[in-house]
């Protein structure tokens, strides 16, 4: 059973525009969420969380919001580079403290000039 | 401060074989985690080292083992593999709590 789900298995986008990526998830009990960026060959690396208790978070380019009632959260990149193009994960945990992420599937990003 | 390390990057084996990975984490950081990525399943999680106690574990059979150094260094045992073993393992450590910090991965192929 997908607990973190992201449906969309690729995106295109061009250079300068938003790029939206959107991930569900199932269980109620996620207390923190987290999106990685992926470049082949290469470890996930980390982009931006969020807390259970919040529901927007941003750092530069990179805003994640979280809709609990939907249980559904979303990463906005704006304006988008084309050294954006990756594969973004999103993944849950049932707390800030636990290592246990469940990822989602991922979603490959590609931004064109 | 370097990353997170892990050796071998890339590793081939056949079937019955067993393989050792291991992994340097940042320095100071305590807690050591590890994930199989493969095509089919994605990213999952394996298990959780924090002062050389394994902490949590995943859905994987006890084929898969793992164990911590007082050091933090980490390192995973696969016994037995199978051909569906087959995959990139990352190793991941954090200070406390928060956000991990992934390695580069060793890709493993089972023939």
């Known amino acids: 059973d997908q607990q973190v789900k992201q449906n969309s298995p690729s995106l295109s986008v061009q250079e300068g525009r938003i790029s939206i990526l959107n991930c569900d998830y199932t269980?109620?009990?996620?207390?923190?969420f987290l999106w990685y960026k992926k470049y082949p060959a290469e470890g996930p690396t980390f982009l931006i969380s969020?807390?259970?208790?919040?529901d927007k978070n941003e750092d530069g380019r990179f805003t994640v919001f979280l809709n609990k009632s939907a249980k559904h959260l979303s990463l906005h990149i704006v304006p988008s580079q084309p050294g954006d193009s990756a594969v973004y994960f999103c993944a849950a945990s049932y707390s800030y403290n636990t290592d246990k992420l469940i990822f989602g599937t991922g979603t490959r990003l590609q931004v064109f000039p | 401060k370097a990353g997170v390390t892990q050796t071998p990057r890339y590793l081939i084996k056949t079937r019955g074989q067993q393989v050792t990975l291991s992994c340097s984490p940042i320095?100071?950081?305590?807690?050591v985690s590890w994930y199989q990525q493969t095509p089919g399943q994605g990213l999952q999680f394996l298990f959780e080292y924090f002062s050389e106690t394994q902490r949590n574990k995943g859905n994987f059979p006890g084929r898969f083992s793992g164990r911590q150094f007082s050091n933090s260094r980490s390192e995973m045992n696969v016994s037995t593999l199978e051909l569906g073993d087959s995959a990139l393992y990352l190793c991941a450590s954090r200070l406390s709590g928060g956000e991990q910090f992934f390695g580069p991965g060793t890709r493993l192929t089972v023939l």
């Open positions: 969020i807390s259970s208790i919040k």
């Open positions: 269980n109620s009990m996620f207390d923190y």
């Open positions: 320095s100071g950081h305590r807690s």
